[in-house]
């Protein structure tokens, strides 16, 4: 099955650019996530990447996918004190297209 | 409005105790999963139903049993709460999952 690994923390400074990192193991997920968590809610999709894909842009979200080093990383321009949130990465397989989800990067804006 | 909606959002158990976690879609979804989050492991995989009628074991199936009611509802039962299943349930649908799932807002569930 699908193995995913982020790192645990991140802090970056209001105003700076953040890049959160991912690694996986399944090169035959289709497609590939990243879901942002505030504090006591459930988790909200943020972005997913098709797996032919090298880069895609959403207003201040870059998912840059490097499949050869099964590596996956968000960048988020500008960030603001709104962003700070656990983000993960999730990659999909199985009849059902079951999420397997990264431990979660813990992003902190600091003003 | 629309999405997941789980009940109930918290929840104390004895040791022992049975409950179900209940757990409802209304975006017309085919697949419904349930997950459970621990302090930095993530969401790991309980049970999933690709499609109204099938379920299957995912990551963490034992001391859970799961039923698909019907395409809208899928429930979690706990027969017997053990301490180890203290954590935090969420519920999530997909339309076969491309696009991502839609999570319900969690069930935080303490047995002592």
């Known amino acids: 099955g699908e193995d995913v690994e982020q790192s645990l923390f991140l802090s970056v400074r209001e105003g700076d650019s953040s890049v959160i990192n991912c690694t996986y193991t399944?090169?035959?997920?289709?497609?590939l996530y990243w879901y942002k968590q505030e504090p006591g809610a459930g988790l909200q999709l943020l972005t997913y990447?098709?797996?032919?894909?090298d880069m895609k842009q959403d207003q201040r979200l870059t998912v840059l996918l490097n499949k050869k080093d099964k590596h996956l990383s968000l960048r988020i321009a500008d960030t603001q004190t709104g962003d700070s949130a656990i983000y993960f990465c999730?990659?999909?397989?199985?009849?059902?297209?079951?999420?397997?989800f990264g431990s979660g990067t813990q992003l902190t804006v600091l003003p | 409005n629309a999405g997941v909606t789980q009940t109930p959002k918290f929840q104390v158990l004895k040791t022992g105790q049975s409950m179900t976690l209940q757990c409802a879609q209304d975006?017309?979804?085919?697949?419904m999963y349930w997950y459970r989050q621990d302090p930095g492991m993530g969401l790991r995989l309980i049970y999933y139903?690709?499609?109204?009628?099938?379920?299957d074991k995912g990551e963490v199936p034992n001391g859970y049993n799961v039923s698909r009611l019907n395409k809208r509802e899928f429930s979690l039962r706990l027969e017997s709460a053990a301490p180890s299943q203290t954590s935090v349930y969420f519920c999530?649908?997909?339309?076969?999952?491309?696009?991502?799932?839609?999570f319900g807002s969690g069930t935080r569930l303490t047995v002592v």
């Open positions: 139903s690709a499609s109204e009628g099938t379920t």
């Open positions: 975006m017309n979804h085919n697949s």
């Open positions: 399944d090169s035959s997920s289709t497609y």
């Open positions: 999730a990659g999909s397989s199985g009849s059902a297209r079951q999420l397997t």
């Open positions: 999530a649908s997909s339309d076969y999952g491309d696009y991502g799932y839609t």
């Open positions: 990447i098709f797996s032919n894909m």
